[in-house]
């Protein structure tokens, strides 16, 4: 929650109109009482209800961006269909379904989102405190030494070792 949190506050709302969620490892077995079908929508709608409360979106406005969810699965324990296509349980090919979603994203008419510079690199907000990183430092050590020549002082006037 808090990532989408994170992205929202950095990109906007927006974002998610622009987003795919692609959900990887679509190859696991679900557990024996549940099908593959069910197992996947549990799996997303979990991922999809995080988003929406992280987003802070309205259930109509969430509902209205409609984020794709698209299941990958690239290890080589991945099944092939009759085609060679890296295909999940249910049997479709995973790839071509990926493309689909892409090219939908790309171009499903929502406005583009602008990212500039500074939302990239961030505030710089901590930079102030930047320049006493040295001094705190140089203070530190200072200290140290200071502490340490009090214990080897003590060690000297005790006559032996702790």
Known sequence: KQVVIAITQTFGKEIWCKTLLVLTHAQFSPPDELSYETFSSKRSDSLLKTIRAGSKMRKQEFEDSAIAV?????????????????????????????????????????????VDKKMVDGS????????????IIGAQYLIVKMIQGAIRNDIKTSGKPL
């Open 124 to 135: 710089y907000s901590d930079d102030k405190g930047k320049k006493l990183i040295p001094l």
């Open 70 to 114: 698209v299941y990958a699965e690239n290890s080589g324990r991945c099944s092939k269909n009759d085609k060679d296509e890296k295909a999940l349980p249910n049997g479709e090919a995973w790839i071509p379904n990926l493309v689909k979603a892409i090219t939908d994203v790309a171009t499903n008419q929502r406005k583009a989102i602008h």
